[in-house]
């Protein structure tokens, strides 16, 4: 009877559920309501945990857990969620920062019914985006999971919450509207109409149409994983959010990007990743360079964050076009590594916020001797973010670096320049993190903290705040930082940074607590994507563009894979 228990089913419907519960609490002050939000994101996750540990198999490359019914059989859509070695550990990934996430919410008092309401609704629509095996039920949870992140911005945001809610939205959701076209498309296509991701993959599609679908999908999940040019949604998202929304933003919306184009573009259009792969290295190189530069011009701490974020998904793009099984695996490692860096650095930055009450850090400076548990916390976290061996990040990086240099398919010069460029970022990236901590936690904040006009808009009334537009408004408590009591850490915050702290040690040395997950399937896939390649070259051997020059392979050798056991 449990081995048919509709687990995935349950896992989506509890969250979702339980927010259309949250009305009919008998709750005035909220305290009642963070308890049973945050109640239900733990049951969610143990639910998780124990579906996983005993009914997941991570030796098999295929869908397990598979639940599927008929929901509306004359559009052809089917209830059909399962998962494999790509969405097992992004779902976990999901449910550990959105729980973490809402006890980080801790002192929202502002409408918390419907603040939780809408996290409860985002946790069920992420989990919804990571299991769905049919491609409509896909786009459906896809659509989904705007209207949430758009309320959260838009409500309990900064100053300029609205603009930046508003284009969040358009971006993304002009973008999706690819995956509904492509979704289409290939169910269409051929003898038998099917939305189902695994029939789809069955599917031989001619290439013109596999190049116009790949173009159309790497626009959707470009957007999501914040490609450059399709990323400037994200500085102003992640400026205006509250630290909890933006905990959900960086720790796991962006992963839906890198989840997508692996599912889609290369699960299901290997043919076009051939031609498309050498593009998506070069943007790769741009984004990690692009934004690390970037990073140096923000005076905002969480921009300067979202920048970072920018630059680390560079590295996803490169795992993914390395047509290696140590690359597409590190690219993976990658997505899980930055999900919980990204998640408590933003979370640490609103630790900070709510000291100070401004998120410039012209106007900060010596806060490490009066919050010392906050900057031990924070240097953990940068150290991970700069990938400092012995943390996860450190693994996740050198996996691609190694994965596309190791590549048979490019030519020497282009990995070498490739390589090259993606270790100018890599310097970047400790000198732009290490100068924020210097200007957060070292110096005087005696001279920085005079004149400051608290940046708290609690109301429709403009409060006019020069260098803090960006500041997120947390919280009903308005100060001038001047008169903050700078408080350390309290036993709350120093257990959600601990959670995601040991989790990243914990993967940095021992990385197959996590790639044991997904191994097996990153290898199916390249070997998909290389036998593509190599069909591909058989007839043109110069399938690149010239300056590449990339030799034909004649067969599939499997890569090393980290922490894989065959």
């Known amino acids: 009877m449990m081995d048919h228990f509709p687990w995935l089913t349950t896992i989506i419907l509890l969250p979702l559920i339980a927010s259309m519960l949250i009305p009919l609490l008998p709750d005035k002050s909220g305290k009642f309501v963070r308890w049973y939000a945050l109640g239900i994101g733990i049951a969610d996750f143990a639910l998780m945990c124990y579906t996983f540990w005993n009914h997941y198999d991570a030796s098999s490359s295929t869908f397990q857990l598979v639940e599927k019914m008929a929901w509306l059989p004359q559009l052809g859509l089917n209830w059909a969620v399962s998962v494999d070695g790509l969405s097992a550990p992004l779902v976990l990934l999901a449910g550990l920062v959105t729980t973490l996430s809402m006890f980080a919410a801790w002192r929202v008092d502002r409408r918390p019914r419907l603040f939780y309401a809408m996290m409860l609704v985002l946790y069920a629509a992420q989990i919804g985006v990571f299991v769905a095996q049919d491609a409509l039920l896909f786009f459906i949870m896809w659509e989904i999971e705007l209207v949430p992140v758009y309320l959260l911005v838009c409500i309990w945001g900064g100053q300029n919450r609205r603009y930046a809610a508003t284009k969040f939205l358009m971006y993304t959701a002009i973008a999706s509207v690819f995956i509904l076209v492509a979704a289409l498309a290939m169910a269409f296509y051929g003898d038998t109409i099917t939305f189902d991701l695994a029939e789809l993959s069955l599917k ?10 790949y173009a159309g999908l790497l626009i959707t999940f470009g957007v ?7 990323h400037t949604w994200l500085p102003d998202a992640h400026g205006e959010a509250s630290s909890p929304v933006s905990m959900i933003l960086a720790g796991v919306l962006l992963k839906m990007g890198g989840y997508g184009l692996i599912r889609f573009n290369l699960e299901l259009l290997p043919n076009a990743h051939v031609y498309f792969a050498p593009m998506l290295a070069i943007l790769g190189v741009v984004n990690i360079v692009y934004g690390a530069l970037n990073s140096f011009a923000q005076t905002n701490m969480k921009r300067r964050l979202a920048y970072s974020s920018i630059s680390h998904m560079g590295f996803v793009l490169l795992g993914i076009a390395s047509f290696t099984d140590v690359g597409v695996s590190g690219a993976l490692l990658q997505m899980i590594s930055h999900g919980l860096i990204a998640s408590v650095l933003f979370f640490l930055a609103g630790v900070t916020y709510d000291r ?3 998120m410039m850090m012209n106007q900060m400076g ?13 240097t953990i976290a940068a150290m991970a973010s700069l990938a400092l061996p012995g943390m996860s990040g450190f693994v996740s990086e050198i996996a691609v670096f190694v994965g596309i240099t190791t590549s048979d398919i490019y030519s020497a010069t282009f990995r070498t320049v490739t390589v090259f460029l993606s270790a100018v970022g890599l310097i970047l990236t400790p000198i732009y993190l290490l100068s924020m901590l210097r200007q957060v936690f070292y110096g005087s904040s005696a001279d920085l903290m005079c004149d400051v006009v608290p940046s708290c808009d609690l109301s429709d009334v403009e409060m006019k705040a020069e260098g803090n537009e960006e500041a997120a408004c947390f919280g009903t408590n308005c100060i001038l930082p001047i008169d903050a009591k700078f408080e350390d850490a309290n036993p709350r915050e120093v257990f959600i940074a601990a959670c995601f702290l040991s989790l990243i040690v914990a993967i940095g040395f021992y990385p197959k607590l996590a790639t044991q997950m997904f191994d097996v399937k990153t290898v199916a896939v390249n ?6 390649y190599r069909q591909a070259s058989a007839g043109n051997a110069q399938i690149y563009a010239q300056g590449l020059g990339s030799p034909a392979i004649a067969e599939v050798k499997p890569a090393p894979v980290l922490g894989f056991i065959p």
């Open 356 to 358: 100070t009450h401004t």
């Open 204 to 213: 031989q599609f001619p290439l013109p149409l596999e190049l116009f679908l």
């Open 224 to 230: 999501k994983l914040a490609i450059f040019p399709l």
């Open 527 to 532: 070997a998909q994507v290389r036998e593509s």
């Open 366 to 378: 010596g806060m490490g001797q009066a919050m010392p548990r906050v900057f031990a916390l924070f």
